[in-house]
């Protein structure tokens, strides 16, 4: 089965808690802290592999789940790493965040992978706290949680020459003439439900990879027919082959057939319209072809049009030359703005404050990531530890905020989803 396109949720590991611990040995009676760090949570990676044409292996993974840090231990024994999650995907594979809709990863090549969620770091334990003016504190940190995302994970295949066209006008013929592959081929339909790769090898030894792609119809921008299915894979290709029906079998009309693609085309992607594009009159050996050709060509006169027939077997060396050729002026194209990338995007916090109050009823309502991190990664039932996260808020300046707003002591003040009294 064929799938290249699906939505995941990915949780990586909690990072190991630290301890509190002091030393206690025969005549050495205040042996200090001794409490070591939690081990780092699992981090989830997406590696490229090769082998892989689908992305069938992740259609029954909803979550992939990494697994938490050891905790830490006393005698200053730290908490072992998890093992990192490493799920294998095909070349090709775009991953998404669904919350941002940017793109965290292209991956196209072999090997190559990305950490998709960042394992949680591991707690420190209460010998990390230990300074000149508290050389015994009695205080350390559960380990930090690990990301949490939803990710569309798409498959937009790789090939130099994709070949387009409506359902039904000789895609696949030509991709079994010009190379290995044996798509499916009948008189019906989408007979092709699936993107086909063939490698086509010239007398001259160059190499290509084409591309069968499912037909259009009207509306396939929108997912009409198998719409995405065709034009995701369209992305990737340096060069279209617009195949026509130039026999007109069905009683089409090539101009409009033409028209058509080329519209869903430049709705879809403006990319995609720009590529490099070879119109192909297929089956050249039906009687209205000639006829057809040179109503097409008036119509289009600055289109570049090949013929070809599957039956007289003629035209392919030329096209396939001609697609050698052009391949070699091309060079390889981001896929993706720098915009689009989320690694090109830059938060600037310099003005802004870490966190968000708000009011519901009653009840002051704090948000924001560092705020709610440093609450889950706060051992509650220790004394110093309580301290410490209020001095932490005071610092951010949620106290004063609160203020400001008119909070008044003995509030009721919300942290994701534990309510405090606000007091001194």
């Known amino acids: 089965m064929f799938v290249d396109e699906l939505t995941i949720k990915v949780i990586a590991g909690k990072g190991g808690d630290g301890c509190t611990s002091f ?31 689908t992305l069938i292996d992740l259609r029954y993974m909803k979550i992939i789940k990494g697994n938490k840090g050891t905790n830490g231990e006393g005698a200053n024994r730290n908490g072992a790493n998890a093992q990192d999650i490493i799920v294998k995907v095909p070349e090709g594979t775009v991953i998404t965040d669904k919350d941002t ?30 300074t000149h003016s508290d050389t015994a504190p009695r205080i350390s940190e559960l380990g930090e949680p690990g990301e949490v995302r939803i990710l569309k994970v798409e498959l937009k295949m790789i090939a130099d020459v994709g ?76 060069v279209l082959v617009h195949v026509i029906d130039m026999g007109a079998e069905e009683n089409r009309d090539p101009i409009e057939d033409y028209q058509i693609i080329r519209e ?81 995007v830059v938060y600037k916090f310099k003005n802004e404050k870490p966190f968000t109050i708000t009011r519901d009823g009653d009840v002051w309502v704090l948000e924001g990531k560092e705020l709610e991190k440093l609450f889950k990664m706060t051992r509650f039932n220790e004394d110093d530890a309580v301290v410490r996260f ?8 949620v106290e004063e905020e609160l203020e400001k707003l008119g909070a008044k002591r003995g509030d009721e003040v919300q942290i994701c989803d534990y309510i405090f009294e606000f007091k001194e």
């Not at 030393?23 to 490229?48: C, H, L, Q, T, Y």
């Not at 793109?103 to 707690?123: F, M």
């Not at 089956?283 to 090949?306: R, S």
């Open 390 to 397: 209020a001095r932490k808020l005071k610092g951010m300046g």
């Open 264 to 344: 869903e085309i430049e709705k879809y992607s403006a990319k995609l319209a720009k590529k490099k594009e070879i119109i192909v009159a297929n089956k050249m050996d039906l009687p209205k072809a000639k006829e057809n050709l040179a109503k097409f060509k008036k119509k289009f006169k600055d289109k570049e049009i090949m013929e070809l027939s599957s039956i007289t077997n003629t035209g392919f060396d030329e096209l396939m030359k001609k697609l050698a050729d052009e391949l070699q002026n091309i060079e390889d194209l981001n896929l993706y703005d720098d915009e689009e990338m989320e690694s090109h």
């Open 101 to 130: 809709n940017l793109v965290i990863a292209d991956l196209v090549h072999d090997n190559t992978e990305v950490v998709v969620a960042h394992g949680g770091r591991g707690g420190r334990g209460n010998a990390a706290f230990k």
């Open 23 to 53: 030393r206690r040995e025969k005549f050495v009676p205040m042996g200090g802290p001794d409490g070591g760090n939690g081990g780092r949570g699992a981090s989830i990676i997406f590696k490229v592999d090769k082998g892989l044409k």
């Open 163 to 238: 070949l387009v066209g409506l359902p039904s006008v000789g895609k696949s013929t030509i991709l079994a003439s010009v190379s290995a592959a044996r798509p499916k081929i009948a008189s019906y339909h989408f007979t092709t439900l699936a993107p086909n790769l063939g490698v086509v090898k010239l007398k001259d030894e160059r190499t290509f990879i084409m591309a069968d792609l499912p037909g259009l119809i009207e509306g396939a921008h929108e997912g009409v027919g198998l719409g995405h299915k065709f034009l995701r894979h369209a992305m990737r290709t340096k």
